[in-house]
């Protein structure tokens, strides 16, 4: 099981690497977001508006 800090963490990773891979990044974020884990995890709002917010 992983914690929600540790999720928290994986997120901000991969956020610092999305200069390097962007479209990976979104494709990963649309996965998670559809299997319900950013949603569990307190994040709302849905990988398409991730962009315009950060």
């Given at each position: 099981m992983i914690s929600n800090s540790?999720?928290?963490?994986?997120?901000?990773a991969d956020h610092v690497g999305?200069?390097?891979?962007?479209?990976?990044?979104k494709e990963t974020r649309a996965?998670?977001?559809?299997?319900?884990?950013?949603?569990?995890?307190?994040?709302?709002?849905?990988?398409?508006?991730?962009?315009?917010?950060?």
């Amino acid at each position: 099981m992983i914690s929600n800090s540790q999720t928290k963490v994986r997120i901000h990773a991969d956020h610092v690497g999305s200069l390097l891979r962007p479209q990976k990044l979104k494709e990963t974020r649309a996965q998670l977001w559809e299997q319900g884990v950013l949603a569990r995890f307190g994040q709302e709002t849905q990988p398409t508006e991730l962009s315009t917010i950060e």
